[in-house]
């Protein structure tokens, strides 16, 4: 093999290497690192003047058992399936043992964000034995809340 040729395919390979850094980029220390960048904020259906959810049963502050009975109530607006726009209308879901924590993002789902996109007004959870707060959140075709968020006063239940 021909050295001069290795010697020149060594030297070009360090040089390749070495220009892959970025003098604009310092490497990340974790200390004083800018954090990364919040998502972008998602448009949001406007909701109706007065617009109001509620949770019709179980009442606030009563004890109930498990499998709990859940009903939704809505005035001011029409519940429509998930992926349907139309104005002054939206879908329930019923956080958990929660608060809304982002209006300007979808509203999670798992099992303290429960979702019911095809128009439900009420439903039937399993909870565990304790105290649990109950809300309603209505999103609006893309699962986001309104603006402004149309949401109900949060309930505590006990479940024996």
Do not use: W, Y
Request: proline content about 11%; some cysteine.
């Amino acid at each position: 093999m021909n050295t001069r040729f290795t010697s020149f395919s060594t030297i070009a390979c360090c040089l390749l290497l070495a220009g892959c850094g970025s003098p604009e980029q310092p490497a990340d220390t974790g200390a004083g690192a800018a954090p990364a960048a919040a998502p972008a904020a998602m448009p949001r259906a406007t909701a109706a003047p007065g617009a109001a959810v509620f949770i019709i049963s179980p009442v606030n502050g009563t004890t109930v058992s498990s499998p709990v009975a859940v009903r939704f109530g809505i005035s001011g607006m029409v519940v429509a399936p998930a992926g349907q726009h139309d104005a002054n209308s939206g879908h329930h879901h019923l956080l958990i043992d929660t608060t809304l924590a982002n209006p300007n993002q979808p509203i999670p789902s798992d099992a303290n964000h429960l979702h019911f996109g095809k128009g439900q007004t009420e439903t039937t959870v399993e909870l565990a034995p304790g105290t649990h707060t109950l809300q309603l959140v209505l999103g609006d075709g893309n699962h986001i809340p309104h603006q402004p968020p149309v949401t109900s006063d949060p309930i505590t239940i006990t479940v024996e």
